[in-house]
């Protein structure tokens, strides 16, 4: 049985979309924080460099500003004018370097020419600064062209303030550079335009005065870039007027956003992680419920198509096979054989050993039926002890035959059931697809009537399917609906009694009911063939009771001492018999002692309990128990003594050897002897001869019934015989025909 852990397909789908959403998810989650943080550093960045952008503006400012305290101013313009180096240090420069930093001064007069130099707190010689003086004509250039131009308007209303500022290299060292004319505080002293002496104050852009800078910021590692150094993204450039790049300030880039995923990282794997268990755990959860509901899935389909008792495929699975084979078959030269498999006197071991061992017969049966033929063949249980093979890929009618051959040796050999061993043999019926279209409902119906006949002409064999058996079928049919027609409409059936006589052949001491069927078309037919269909069609039922009513009717108005009634093995069988002939015979007023049944031998070897119980419950009522045809079946004399009886009846097969060989009349005499010495009464049937006749009551046979004393008779006939009719009415005729 396939019921292993195999998932459906939706399963894998789902567990698939879901790891793909999952997965996405996580890129998404994953690429936007990064995006993000990238983002927040990008912002960041951009802050930083407006912050440095600003603090070079005010750090430009601040010169200014210094510079300012002291170019206006009325001693300025006076100790300047008189060339008065001593104080020109102590306020104009080395001052300038001690109290503000600023690294380079220089003075010059009206005409341009340097009075004053300063380098680094110290006075150098004022021609120095024709070292410094190409970068800084521009902005000294600038501030004589402001100081020549119509006067601006300030803030505060008065002169603007006069100065020129800019960044410039100096020895290849950015600087801010500062220029201010020295210009007088208060009226006392009056300087004529033109004649300014200009104040040049420069302060190198250096790492001290870059982490000033960066210490308003709180930002770290800024330091200055020469040109030749590489920068990276955290840097700004230092851009003179002319938009003259002369070095850069760099610094460490705060990355707020990389920062943030740093710390946050560690937490945010254990989520992930966290979340990626949860999910697994759901995925495994959902597929073990999904292969679980497909286990079940695939037993109920199991169970749905096989057999529970022997795990074969059952009927349902067995007709979608046969259906299969027959359409490959019908693409195909070769055929399909069906072979329809019965086990022979199973309900015997049903009976005798129980239904365990009845199952047990069946599963072993099924095993080894399984074991004998190929893996392409299906071998199936329809039910009880039936069983079908298919065999594909056949041949020829051989091929079948050899199997079924093999499959009856098999079962053939002992079978070991819980405490018994048991014997048994299979009859089996094959049928053979006849080409395309070959139906599979014609086939199973075909091997069925092969079975039938094979079990009819002596079980433990097979039979294939021939033509003439459908047409045997067919009959069988027709005449069934035709007795049943008959037995409902109450036409055409009727009964004909046959005498009993004493030794003497006069004297009848009761009748034989005998069942007559004028058929309109088949005319009269034997009774011995429609009574088997009835009981094949399971019509036996009715139509025995049609007859004991008939015959116990009959018989109330007669003054026979008894009737004797036919009954099939089927009927007995049947749990409600007893009590349906005590309902005649209380519904039709025949007394029981005057009814006999006649029952055949075999129905006593049937060994079975209903049967038994309802023998012994008929002769306690009163009833006589006839054993027909007596010599033809298998009766013991220990199922004799068993079964209590009260007649035999010696078959007339013995009776009509009697006069011509010696056997049989040896034989007929052992059965008479045996009927004395059993105590019961025996009547001889079939006493066509008056040396018969002669030869029975010589051995001592108490009763005969043949030809030579009568034939069966219609009531007329048999009322018009004397002594019959009863008392008051002369002719028969009322009764025949009430
Ligand atoms: P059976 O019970 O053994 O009946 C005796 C058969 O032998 C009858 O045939 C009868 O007509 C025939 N017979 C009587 N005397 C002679 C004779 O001297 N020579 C020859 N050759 N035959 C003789 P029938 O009526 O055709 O019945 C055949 C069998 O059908 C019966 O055998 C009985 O088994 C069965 N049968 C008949 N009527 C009924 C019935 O109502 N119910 C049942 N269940 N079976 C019946
Ligand atoms: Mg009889
Ligand atoms: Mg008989």
Redesign the pocket.
Same mark, same amino acid.
């Given at each position: 049985m396939n019921s292993g852990a195999q998932r459906s397909p939706l399963t894998n789908q789902v567990t698939l979309t879901v790891l793909a959403l999952a997965a996405f998810a996580l890129v998404i989650v994953v690429g936007f924080g990064f995006y993000a943080a990238m983002q927040a550093d990008h912002a960041s960045l951009e802050r930083q460099k407006i912050f440095f952008a600003n603090g070079l503006q005010d750090q430009i400012a601040a010169v200014e500003r210094e510079q300012e305290s002291i170019s206006v101013w009325d001693d300025s313009v006076i100790n300047a004018k008189a060339g008065n180096e001593t104080w020109m240090a102590e306020n104009l420069s080395v001052w300038m370097y001690s109290y503000y930093g600023h690294n380079r001064v220089y003075v010059l007069d009206a005409a341009g020419r340097p009075i004053h130099a300063m380098r680094e707190g110290k006075l150098v010689a004022a021609n120095l600064y024709a070292e410094d003086e190409a970068a800084l004509r521009p902005t000294v250039e600038k501030l004589r062209s402001l100081i020549a131009g119509p006067p601006a308007e300030g803030a505060a209303g008065g002169a603007a303030k006069m100065v020129a500022e800019d960044l410039v290299s100096l020895g290849g060292m950015p600087a801010i550079v500062s220029i201010a004319p020295l210009v007088p505080s208060t009226d006392r002293v009056t300087q004529a335009p033109g004649t300014e002496y200009l104040h040049i104050s420069v302060e190198f852009i250096n790492d001290a005065v870059i982490a000033r800078i960066a210490g308003k910021y709180l930002l770290e590692g800024a330091h200055l870039l020469s040109l030749s150094q590489p920068t990276g993204s955290a840097a700004i450039p230092l851009v003179d007027s002319r938009g003259v790049i002369l070095g850069y300030i760099g610094w460490d880039q705060e990355r707020p956003g990389l920062t943030l995923v740093r710390k946050a990282g560690p937490a945010l794997i254990i989520a992930v992680l966290l979340a990626a268990s949860v999910l697994a755990f759901l995925l495994r959860r959902l597929r073990r419920a999904s292969s679980a509901l497909q286990t079940s899935r695939n037993e109920a389909q199991y169970l749905a198509f096989h057999d529970t008792l022997t795990g074969l495929p059952n009927r349902a699975l067995f007709e979608d096979r046969l259906r299969r084979a027959l359409l490959i078959a019908s693409h195909d030269t070769a055929k399909v054989a069906l072979l329809y498999l019965d086990i022979d006197r199973f309900k015997h071991v049903n009976d005798t050993l129980g239904h365990p061992a009845g199952d047990e017969l069946v599963r072993q049966t099924a095993a080894r039926l399984q074991r004998t033929i190929r893996d392409v063949d299906t071998v199936a249980r329809l039910g009880g002890d039936e069983f079908a093979v298919i065999l594909i890929d056949v041949h020829g009618v051989r091929d079948a035959e050899d199997v079924s051959e093999r499959l009856q040796q098999r079962l053939r050999e002992p079978f070991k059931l819980i405490d018994d061993q048991v014997f048994v043999s299979a009859s089996i019926g094959i049928a053979l697809s006849a080409g395309p279209g070959a139906d599979a409902d014609d086939l199973l119906r075909k091997a069925d009537i092969a079975l039938y006949e094979a079990k009819r002409n002596g079980r433990g064999r097979y039979e294939v399917f021939a033509g003439d058996m459908d047409d045997l079928l067919l009959r069988k049919r027709k005449v069934e609906s035709e007795l049943r027609k008959a037995l409902t409409g109450g036409t055409g059936i009727k009964?004909?009694y046959?005498p009993v006589f004493a030794v003497d052949g006069r004297t009848i001491l009761g009748a034989?009911?005998?069942?007559?069927w004028s058929h309109e078309v088949h005319g009269a037919l034997?009774?011995?063939q429609f009574?088997a269909i009835a009981e094949e069609r399971g019509m036996?039922g009715e139509? @025995?009771k049609w007859?004991l009513r008939e015959?116990c009717r009959f018989a109330v108005r007669t003054e026979l001492p008894w009737m004797a009634?036919?009954?099939?093995p089927l009927?007995l069988r049947d749990a409600g018999f007893a009590g349906m002939v005590a309902a005649i015979l209380a519904e039709t007023g025949l007394a029981p002692v005057r009814l006999q049944l006649?029952i055949?031998e075999n129905v006593l070897l049937e060994n079975n309990d209903t049967i038994a119980a309802a023998l012994v419950a008929l002769r306690q009522s009163g009833i006589s128990i006839v054993l027909?045809?007596f010599g033809t079946g298998y009766s013991s004399l220990s199922y004799l003594r068993r079964h209590a009886i009260d007649k035999l009846?010696i078959?007339?097969s013995f009776?009509?050897l009697l006069d011509k060989d010696g056997n049989s009349t040896a034989i007929v005499r052992a059965l008479v002897d045996l009927a004395i010495a059993l105590e019961v009464e025996v009547t001889a049937? @079939?006493?066509?001869t008056e040396e018969q006749k002669a030869l029975l009551v010589g051995m001592g046979c108490h009763q005969l019934?043949?030809?030579?004393l009568s034939?069966?008779l219609d009531p007329i006939q048999l009322l018009g015989l004397p002594g019959l009719a009863p008392p008051g009415e002369e002719d028969g005729q009322a009764i025949a025909s009430a």
């Open positions: 009964l004909n046959q034989e009911a005998l069942i007559r034997p009774a011995a009574i036996i139509l @025995g007859v015959a009634v036919n009954v099939s009927q006649e055949t027909d045809d009846k078959d007339r009776v009509r049937e @079939g006493v066509e019934q043949g030809y030579l034939q069966p």
